[in-house]
């Protein structure tokens, strides 16, 4: 088989393993799986608020990557045949930063748009909160 037949029929698994999760919303494999990550939005909380919890949630992930990072490079060091596999090099020389990245832009740009917010406007107060484990609306049929 090619490697683009390998390709294909890897992502037709993936695709009908979300739409047959996608029908029965209440396992709880969907729940974990679908579930909603980083802070919600409470009620009478300004956008400029909610803005810089995400800004802070982010932050968090850029300091658990850079400590997984640390590690991985303290394990290099202690174990040089771990360090030498291609595995642990890609994990922790791409993977891990790239994730640290991803979080800092993100962080970031939560932030910007915070301030932006903030001092130029719009900046609407949430009415409702989202309710805590409700099933988001792409599980809905």
């Not at 979080?103 to 900046?123: E, H, N, R, Y």
């Amino acid at each position: 088989m090619s490697f683009l037949a390998r390709i294909v029929v890897f992502w037709v698994i993936v695709i009908a393993a979300i739409s047959l999760l996608r029908l029965f919303p209440q396992l709880i494999l969907t729940r974990v799986l679908f579930a909603e990550q980083g802070p919600q939005p409470r009620r009478g909380e300004a956008r400029s608020g909610y803005l810089l919890r995400w800004a802070a949630y982010w932050a968090s992930w850029m300091l658990q990557c850079a400590l997984v990072s640390g590690a991985g490079f303290v394990l290099a060091r202690q174990l040089p045949a771990l360090g030498e596999a291609l595995w642990f090099t890609v994990l922790w020389l791409v993977v891990v930063p790239a994730l640290g990245a991803i979080a800092v832009l993100a962080g970031f740009t939560a932030l910007a748009v915070s301030v932006k917010a903030k001092m130029i406007g719009p900046d609407p107060v949430y009415a409702h909160a989202v309710p805590a484990g409700e099933v988001g609306a792409s599980l809905e049929r």
